[in-house]
T-cell receptor
Framework: GIQVEQSPPDLILQEGANSTLRCNFSDSVNNLQWFHQNPWGQLINLFYIPSGTKQNGRLSATTVATERYSLLYISSSQTTDSGVYFCAVENTGFQKLVFGTGTRLLVSP | DGGITQSPKYLFRKEGQNVTLSCEQNLNHDAMYWYRQDPGQGLRLIYYSQIVNDFQKGDIAEGYSVSREKKESFPLTVTSAQKNPTAFYLC???????????FGPGTRLTVL
């Protein structure tokens, strides 16, 4: 099956810093989503982005499907950005998402 | 408010017991999913359902069972056959062919 690798596994930032999270996947995909899991376990969908670029406030994402990677950019980070960021992909024609192991982000004041 | 609810939030089970985790949604979504998350890991798909009275196994279905008698409800039973059931369980839903899945708050199961 498709493999998903995320990097870095852990990231510590000072408030206000910028960061880039990467997701590599091993096959073409129909669906790619970025999620944020807060410290209490709740997952929130950030982007649906199988290709192209999207922006939502301080967050933006780019997927280069031909090269099989996606990037999530966080600008002017805040302590509330802390948590785990997951990339999930699907290539079976139905939403059977395969998740990466995540990037754990800690933003300190 | 529309959303997905899971209960209980925390669940403790003795070895050899079956337990059922509840998942309810009022989003009118056709598809529902169960995932398992182990510490420091991503989510893995246990079962999913696209329509009432139909469901399919995911990647780690052994030791679990589900039912889908109503569109709004997709309970998961963790049976005694599941050898390592301690984990965080997340339920999600989506419309068919949708871009995104919406997640409930999760149930943390601990086997004593």
């Amino acid at each position: 099956g498709i493999q998903v690798e995320q990097s870095p596994p852990d990231l510590i930032l000072q408030e206000g810093a910028n960061s880039t999270l990467r997701c590599n996947f091993s096959d073409s995909v129909n669906n790619l989503q970025w999620f944020h899991q807060n410290p209490w376990g709740q997952l929130i969908n950030l982007f649906y982005i199988p290709s192209g670029t999207k922006q939502n406030g301080r967050l933006s994402a780019t997927t280069v499907a031909t090269e099989r990677y996606s990037l999530l950019y966080i600008s002017s980070s805040q302590t509330t950005d802390s948590g785990v960021y997951f990339c999930a992909v699907e290539n079976t024609g139905f939403q059977k998402l395969v998740f990466g192991t995540g990037t754990r982000l800690l933003v300190s004041p | 408010d529309g959303g997905i609810t899971q209960s209980p939030k925390y669940l403790f089970r003795k070895e050899g017991q079956n337990v059922t985790l509840s998942c309810e949604q009022n989003l009118n979504h056709d598809a529902m999913y169960w995932y398992r998350q182990d510490p420091g890991q991503g989510l893995r798909l246990i079962y999913y359902s696209q329509i009432v009275n139909d469901f399919q196994k995911g990647d780690i279905a052994e030791g679990y069972s589900v039912s889908r008698e109503k569109k709004e409800s997709f309970p998961l039973t963790v049976t005694s056959a599941q050898k390592n059931p301690t984990a965080f369980y997340l339920c999600a839903s989506s419309t068919l062919g949708a871009d995104t899945q919406y997640f409930g708050p999760g149930t943390r199961l601990t086997v004593l």
